[in-house]
T-cell receptor, first 112, second 113 residues
Framework: DTAVSQTPKYLVTQMGNDKSIKCEQNLGHDTMYWYKQDSKKFLKIMFSYNNKELIINETVPNRFSPKSPDKAHLNLHINSLELGDSAVYFCASSWDLNTEAFFGQGTRLTVV | DQQVKQNSPSLSVQEGRISILNCDYT??????FLWYKKYPAEGPTFLIS?????DKNEDGRFTVFLNKSAKHLSLHIVPSQPGDSAVYFC????????????FGTGTSLTVIP
């Protein structure tokens, strides 16, 4: 039974489209995250969501928006996709902001 | 700005020998450090952690050493096994950065049978 699951695993889309990546965790964690791993393998946090408080990495364009319908889900919506958005996106969860996170398997987004 | 650095992109070690993976950081306020292991097409999985109040933490074959004055940590795997072949990421956090974790770029370890 997967602890942190995200869908889809692969996503190929054209520039300008809007897409969503879904994430669910069944660990009962209070905190969820979205990370981006770019072509240089940097793994950078995009958002963390803890007790309904959203912490945004200021370098993330506002075309990216997280949506959390409940504590177990944190979806990522991306508007007007650009070529530079191509990356692997990881969802993760943890008990709180300063504990180790459990990661999903990643979504490889390719914008063409 | 890259606050956590792993300067060796890859490392090859013979099975049974020790693997030493290194990580350097620039923010002296970092007080909690993690190592993650990542297999291809999977997400990172937590391996071991260390708090800045300690200089060593051991869990089975894995030991993490922290040298605060040098802003350096290392992960020792002994003995290395072929199943240890993966990419290893170190990560660091501090209260003054909102506890968010900063990751290194990873070191790809290959354990040769």
């Amino acid at each position: 039974d997967t602890a942190v699951s995200q869908t889809p695993k692969y996503l190929v889309t054209q520039m300008g489209n809007d897409k969503s990546i879904k994430c669910e965790q069944n660990l009962g964690h209070d905190t969820m995250y979205w990370y981006k791993q770019d072509s240089k393998k940097f793994l950078k946090i995009m958002f963390s969501y803890n007790n309904k408080e959203l912490i945004i990495n200021e370098t993330v364009p506002n075309r990216f928006s997280p949506k959390s319908p409940d504590k177990a889900h944190l979806n990522l919506h991306i508007n007007s996709l650009e070529l530079g958005d191509s990356a692997v996106y990881f969802c993760a969860s943890s008990w709180d902001l300063n504990t180790e996170a459990f990661f999903g398997q990643g979504t490889r987004l390719t914008v063409v | 700005d890259q606050q956590v650095k792993q300067n060796s992109p890859s490392l090859s070690v013979q099975e049974g020998r020790i693997s030493i993976l290194n990580c350097d950081y620039t923010n002296s306020m970092f007080d909690y450090f993690l190592w993650y292991k990542k297999y291809p097409a999977e997400g990172p999985t937590f391996l071991i952690s260390i708090s800045s109040i300690k200089d060593k933490n051991e869990d089975g074959r894995f030991t993490v050493f922290l040298n605060k004055s040098a802003k350096h940590l290392s992960l020792h795997i002994v003995p290395s096994q072929p199943g240890d072949s993966a990419v290893y990421f170190c990560a660091a956090s501090a209260k003054n950065t909102g506890n968010q974790f900063y990751f290194g770029t990873g070191t790809s370890l290959t354990v040769i049978p």
